[in-house]
């Protein structure tokens, strides 16, 4: 069982940053991916980044390359998401998600663990 819980959430005028956070219980957060999503209100929740679980893989969706950045700290049960030049279009509810399969995946229902998710919203 892992537990996870994002905090770093807020509200930010657009071309701002932020950096999210997810802390993992448990001692075997080095033998999952991890992965971050967010959902807008009335769509249907969507693909952000996903990392190895030793750090080298890093994926993301093609709206946040070269804006967002995914990175794990495994020796504080921690992932990241370091969002950069922040869009209305960003706005959303960020949830950090536990994979024990090495397969990568974009599809939600692959993961095995959710957090509760944190609000980001941007204003233009």
């Known amino acids: 069982q892992v537990q996870l819980v994002e905090s770093g959430g807020g509200l930010v005028q657009a071309g701002g940053s932020l950096r999210l956070s997810c802390a993992a219980s448990?001692?075997?957060?080095?033998?999952?991916?991890m992965g971050w999503f967010r959902q807008a209100p009335g769509k249907e929740r969507e693909f952000v980044a996903r990392i190895s679980r030793n750090g080298i893989g890093t994926y993301y969706t093609d709206s946040v390359k070269g804006r967002f950045t995914i990175s794990r700290d495994n020796t504080k049960n921690t992932v990241y998401l370091q969002m950069n030049s922040l869009k209305p279009e960003d706005t959303a509810v960020y949830y950090c998600a536990a994979d024990r399969e090495v397969v990568v995946t974009r599809i939600p229902q692959r993961y095995d663990y959710w957090g509760q998710g944190t609000q980001v919203t941007v204003s233009s």
């Open positions: 448990g001692r075997t957060f080095s033998s999952y991916d």
